[in-house]
């Protein structure tokens, strides 16, 4: 077979070297976060395939046994299995982060288009309300929701949400203003479109693109603030496993069961963790991709 031309190598070798960059992996930490998140994923939806204990069983027979073969971290103080409870907690874990996350995510949205495209009024009034609460930091803002609305699983999504909306609320409103004053938006109003359009089309898509990025470094926030109240009492009732609630069981006993606070704690750490860094990777994909 003949050789193919010079030119034909030449024109094919620069398509070659974009496809070789565009499949370009991400770094080793982002990876390895990445791996973490699919496991706590697998556990939160599908506990079953993880561990066939029951979180509540108890066994005070074997209470307070160290991990070992049988149980692989250990038991608690009624003799339940920790390694069952952490599985299984990792659903409502990632339930109350969620759902708080979605909650902050939708009323800040609401809040910063308000602002921005409100007129001078709106804006001033409703920024200064963010600025109120803003003051306050975001677990005493959800400890005054509860103490309005009671405990609960639900109270606590609603509380955690409600303390993130100012934050969320300030980004969209500096967002939809530089989208409001760029030159297609302006051309667009040149042109004619209506209002309703206008938002809709342009100034609502390209305002909300850097908040779903940020949420996902916002969902550590919420689930640590989630967890902070859940060891308050303040989520999930007993016996259902929540590692905020675990961590709250197990400091009686850290001198002398040091595995009940220990895996609890690592669990929420090692997901905010996995949650950041992969947060601030899209994040940093966003930005270089932004004109």
């Known amino acids: 077979m003949a050789p193919a031309p010079p030119s034909t190598a030449r ?75 952490l599985v299984h907690g990792a659903g409502p874990a990632l339930a109350l982060g969620f759902g708080s996350t979605v909650l902050a995510v939708v009323g800040g949205a609401a809040l910063g288009l308000a602002a921005a495209l409100g007129g001078p ?57 530089l989208v409001r004053r760029s030159g297609y938006v302006e051309a667009a109003v040149t042109l004619g479109v209506p209002r309703r359009s206008l938002i809709l089309r342009h100034v609502l898509p390209n305002s909300l693109a850097p908040l779903l990025t940020l949420a996902t470094v916002g969902f550590g926030t919420a689930l640590i603030a989630a967890s902070g109240l859940s060891f308050l009492g303040l989520g ?7 590692w905020g609630a675990m961590l709250s069981e197990g400091r009686g006993f850290l001198a002398t069961a040091w595995w009940l606070g220990v895996f609890p704690g690592a669990a929420v750490t090692l997901t905010v963790a996995a949650v950041t860094v992969v947060g601030r990777h899209l994040q940093q994909r966003f930005t270089r991709r932004s004109p």
């Not at 976060?33 to 506990?47: C, F, H, Q, S, T």
């Not at 999930?236 to 929540?242: D, L, T, V």
């Open 236 to 242: 999930p009732r007993p016996p259902s496993p929540e």
């Open 121 to 177: 009024v709106a804006d001033r009034l409703l920024m200064r309300a963010a600025d109120v609460l803003l003051a306050l930091p975001a677990t005493l803002l959800a400890l005054l929701v509860i103490a309005v609305l009671g405990t609960g699983t639900g109270n606590l999504v609603l509380a955690i949400g409600i303390a993130l909306v100012p934050g969320y609320g300030r980004l969209v409103r500096s967002e939809a203003l």
């Open 11 to 85: 024109a094919a070798s620069p398509r070659a070297a974009s496809a070789r960059r565009t499949v370009r992996l991400p770094p080793p930490a982002v990876l390895a976060a990445g791996a973490v998140l699919l496991l706590i994923l697998l556990a939160g939806l599908l506990p079953g395939l993880l561990t066939g204990v029951s979180p509540t069983a108890t066994d005070p027979v074997n209470a307070l046994q160290p991990p070992g073969a049988a149980h692989p971290l250990g038991t608690d103080q009624l003799g339940r299995d920790v390694f069952a409870r």
